[in-house]
């Protein structure tokens, strides 16, 4: 996804998987009710380790792994963390027809891995996580909002 010229953006490097886990920690101090954030990237890319650090700032010590069988695990933190990855979805709309965003989610944070299959359905108040490199390489992490409500994320990871 191309930056919109009013983006406002960060990029951050990790080389290696807990510094991405503890990138996301950190973030998870600037979470509110209601917030999504987009993980963006290739197989591999780390999106799942992410969510693993994410869930780790909000407090929950269940294991989050990638949501295969359900398209959306729920965890109990300081605040609901609500984990859902749209890869195997067949139509995007799927997603859609119950709400991206339904009441309870109003109440957590929402992590979506492989969120650009949602296209323009994705609303504009969000924050992308834009994972690139796979492999052993090192990720170059770049958190991007459209929302000034979400620069803190930016800020938190500053
Ligand atoms: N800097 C890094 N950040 C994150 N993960 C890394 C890093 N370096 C190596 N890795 C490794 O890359 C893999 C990332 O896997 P992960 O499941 O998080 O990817 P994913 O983006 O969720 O993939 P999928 O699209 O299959 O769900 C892990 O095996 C992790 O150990
Ligand atoms: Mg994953």
Redesign the pocket.
Known sequence: MAPHPATSEFVVM????E??RSLAARLAAAAQPGDLLCLI??????????AKGFAAGLGIEDVVA?PTFVLMAEYAGWLPLFHL?L?RLADASDALAGGLLDERQLAGVTLV??AERLGEALPTARLDVV?D????E??RIALRTDDAGYRRYLEAAA
């Open positions: 990790t080389d290696a998987p510094a991405t990237g290739d197989l591999g890319a780390g999106k799942t380790q992410f990638s990855d890869y891995e492989w994972i490199g796979t492999g052993d090192p990720r």
